[in-house]
């Protein structure tokens, strides 16, 4: 991913902590020379060396898992907030752009045995149930109901390199106020996402 130096996070602390809370990515390699892109949620995690790791499932019906046996490179997209930015909100005469945030992760992919995609399930479902009024757990689930298992294929991604763009504003410090201003008043989460964001990095 092409990211200019100002517009770079290099903090790994801040980047875990947003891949943790925006978990849904997009999975790219290519299968049978096409690129291929599958949208899933990918949990981060730690290997039993304390490296960082990748964690998701798809179905067995997509051919896409098939290319994971060769333990190839693969490409994890996750996006967050986002928004337009006006240029009649700078003191000066400038194009508009957008703010972003974008995190690209690179690995190399394998399967997982039965055991490993059971537990991959067990705490997939029980970080996201903890919200619900009667939350399920895969405990619980009837011998019929987590036959279903058998029609995904479960995989892990050592991360080999991870590039994150957080475009916040950042060449326009003088700007910050009326952009944050003017994101505010929108009615779009994102934009106000971003404002708080902005606001965070001054």
Known sequence: MYTPSHYKNENLDEVREFLKQNSFGILINQTDGRP???HIPMELDVDDEGKDIL??????????WKSFEGNEEVLAIFNG????????????EEVPTWNYIAVHVYGKIHILNDEAVLDSLHKLVDKYEKASTNPVSIHNLSHKT?????????FQIGITDIHATYKL????????PKIIEELQKTNNPGSHEIANMIKQKK
């Open 55 to 64: 964690v998701g499932h798809i179905s067995k019906a997509n051919p896409q």
């Open 169 to 176: 504003s950042q060449t326009r410090p003088e700007d910050h």
């Open 36 to 38: 291929w892109a599958t």
């Open 81 to 92: 907030p986002h928004s337009y930015i006006s240029s009649s909100w700078y003191k000066e």
């Open 146 to 154: 987590m036959r279903q298992i058998k029609g995904i294929v479960g």
